[in-house]
């Protein structure tokens, strides 16, 4: 059974929405059995399997899933044991939860800009942000292209500075042949719809140094040795630490399980996805000034997303709102966090991080779904194509019906 088979068709067929969720085909088989197995709650046999593919495929010491890479992230500040005394370098162009995570420990973020190419955090900034009270280095990998990470792990080893991935995007992408998220001690994944792999909501934590795994553990189940204690290491299970519940019900990793099993098939499809936008708007990308996605020849980019930068703010509003006009949903992306209201109380301001700035006002993301036909592509390209830059075009989000509310940040 396809996506298309179970969606009920309730917007018009010539509609392009920038996401839509995928089913892989053994999605509904699975929770039937996570239900049958009488396992709804976390860690039944579904999240297990899901823990024990990622481990094995990305050859790491330890996946646990969460709720969400929002999650994922604020245990890996738990496990940093990140103070209010402590600075955390990121990236001022990422999102809200790479942050917000740290500073909810109290650190204070320091905004580092990104490469004009890439729109990765720029290494060579590095050095000088560091100071005596910098305690880690979060690297995103935007789109799931790598950041530079021998340089990133060098300076932050010389440093004594822990590093963790947000690999929200870059699920089995890899840097060098090595995969994304087996770099810094902690890394994190998004299960969200709007990624390759999704169970609606989710997220996981990848654990590189071992150190951290008992102890995450028991942060993920409210601060108890509950997981011990279901191992038969420990008689009775109590309050031993900080914590929260970040583990999913087993009916999500159930959902999830299917996804992951079927990645070549997702991954196939997202590069044939991703190569036709390539192939069908370089030239007139190359007639118009406008951007497109860079991925450098070490890393290998897991076709997360494709996007355009227009020359101008007003252009890429323009293009937006004639893509509406023609029933294509496209969307911005990240607005720059050290202009954020939050970012500012943190110091932020104008020109702290240009090339954020900059991009912000002028990326577009082009819709992108797993079952996404040719000829859904061939309309969108179509419409780029007889977009006319000196036209006025005003915003009309009534041209679309369901997808319209798909989350822009996300
Ligand atoms: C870079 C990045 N990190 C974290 C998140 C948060 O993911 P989640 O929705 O799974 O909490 C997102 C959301 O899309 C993201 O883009």
């Given at each position: 059974?396809?996506?298309?088979?179970?969606?009920?068709?309730?917007?018009?067929?010539?509609?392009?929405?920038?996401?839509?969720?995928?089913?892989?085909?053994?999605?509904?088989?699975?929770?039937?059995?996570?239900?049958?197995?009488?396992?709804?709650?976390?860690?039944?046999?579904?999240?297990?399997?899901?823990?024990?593919?990622?481990?094995?495929?990305?050859?790491?010491?330890?996946?646990?899933?969460?709720?969400?890479?929002?999650?994922?992230?604020?245990?890996?500040?738990?496990?940093?044991?990140?103070?209010?005394?402590?600075?955390?370098?990121?990236?001022?162009?990422?999102?809200?939860?790479?942050?917000?995570?740290?500073?909810?420990?109290?650190?204070?973020?320091?905004?580092?800009?990104?490469?004009?190419?890439?729109?990765?955090?720029?290494?060579?900034?590095?050095?000088?942000?560091?100071?005596?009270?910098?305690?880690?280095?979060?690297?995103?990998?935007?789109?799931?292209?790598?950041?530079?990470?021998?340089?990133?792990?060098?300076?932050?080893?010389?440093?004594?500075i822990l590093?963790?991935?947000?690999?929200?995007?870059?699920?089995?992408?890899?840097?060098?042949?090595?995969?994304?998220?087996?770099?810094?001690?902690?890394?994190?994944?998004?299960?969200?719809?709007?990624?390759?792999?999704?169970?609606?909501?989710?997220?996981?934590?990848?654990?590189?140094?071992?150190?951290?795994?008992?102890?995450?553990?028991?942060?993920?189940?409210?601060?108890?040795?509950?997981?011990?204690?279901?191992?038969?290491?420990?008689?009775?299970?109590?309050w031993v630490?900080?914590?929260s519940s970040?583990?999913?019900?087993?009916?999500?990793?159930?959902?999830?399980?299917?996804?992951?099993?079927?990645?070549?098939?997702?991954?196939?499809?997202?590069?044939?996805?991703?190569?036709?936008?390539?192939?069908?708007?370089?030239?007139?990308?190359?007639?118009?000034?406008?951007?497109?996605?860079?991925?450098?020849?070490?890393?290998?980019?897991?076709?997360?997303?494709?996007?355009?930068?227009?020359?101008?703010?007003?252009?890429?509003?323009?293009?937006?709102?004639?893509?509406?006009?023609?029933?294509?949903?496209?969307?911005?992306?990240?607005?720059?966090?050290?202009?954020?209201?939050?970012?500012?109380?943190?110091?932020?301001?104008?020109?702290?991080?240009?090339?954020?700035?900059?991009?912000?006002?002028?990326?577009?993301?082009?819709?992108?779904?797993?079952?996404?036909?040719?000829?859904?592509?061939?309309?969108?390209?179509?419409?780029?194509?007889?977009?006319?830059?000196?036209?006025?075009?005003?915003?009309?989000?009534?041209?679309?019906?369901?997808?319209?509310?798909?989350?822009?940040?996300?």
């Amino acid at each position: 059974m396809s996506s298309r088979d179970i969606f009920r068709e309730d917007r018009e067929s010539s509609e392009i929405p920038f996401n839509r969720p995928f089913f892989s085909g053994s999605e509904f088989e699975f929770i039937q059995q996570a239900i049958a197995n009488w396992h709804l709650s976390g860690d039944g046999a579904f999240t297990r399997k899901c823990h024990a593919l990622l481990e094995r495929e990305l050859n790491i010491a330890k996946a646990l899933l969460t709720t969400s890479c929002t999650h994922a992230l604020e245990m890996a500040a738990l496990l940093l044991d990140i103070e209010p005394s402590d600075e955390v370098i990121v990236p001022a162009f990422t999102f809200v939860s790479t942050v917000n995570a740290f500073v909810l420990r109290g650190a204070h973020p320091v905004f580092i800009d990104i490469r004009s190419d890439t729109l990765n955090l720029a290494e060579t900034h590095l050095e000088r942000l560091i100071t005596p009270r910098t305690k880690a280095i979060v690297a995103l990998h935007y789109a799931g292209v790598a950041c530079e990470m021998e340089t990133i792990m060098e300076v932050a080893g010389r440093n004594n500075i822990l590093v963790v991935e947000d690999n929200a995007h870059g699920l089995f992408g890899k840097y060098r042949g090595q995969y994304l998220g087996t770099f810094g001690c902690l890394a994190t994944q998004s299960f969200h719809e709007t990624k390759n792999f999704t169970c609606g909501e989710g997220g996981a934590l990848l654990i590189n140094d071992p150190q951290y795994i008992e102890r995450a553990e028991i942060i993920r189940e409210k601060g108890t040795d509950r997981s011990r204690f279901f191992r038969g290491q420990v008689d009775k299970y109590t309050w031993v630490d900080i914590g929260s519940s970040y583990l999913p019900s087993d009916i999500l990793a159930a959902f999830l399980y299917a996804q992951l099993e079927s990645r070549e098939s997702i991954q196939a499809r997202r590069k044939r996805i991703w190569e036709y936008y390539l192939d069908h708007l370089k030239d007139w990308a190359g007639n118009h000034g406008v951007q497109l996605p860079f991925v450098p020849d070490h890393c290998e980019q897991p076709y997360h997303m494709f996007y355009l930068l227009l020359p101008s703010l007003a252009e890429r509003q323009a293009l937006i709102s004639y893509l509406l006009s023609r029933r294509i949903h496209s969307v911005f992306h990240y607005l720059p966090l050290h202009l954020s209201t939050m970012g500012r109380r943190f110091g932020g301001k104008e020109g702290d991080c240009p090339v954020s700035e900059d991009v912000s006002d002028r990326l577009l993301r082009l819709p992108f779904y797993n079952d996404m036909t040719e000829s859904d592509q061939a309309q969108v390209v179509s419409a780029i194509q007889d977009f006319q830059w000196r036209r006025k075009y005003t915003l009309d989000f009534s041209a679309l019906g369901a997808g319209a509310g798909v989350d822009e940040l996300s």
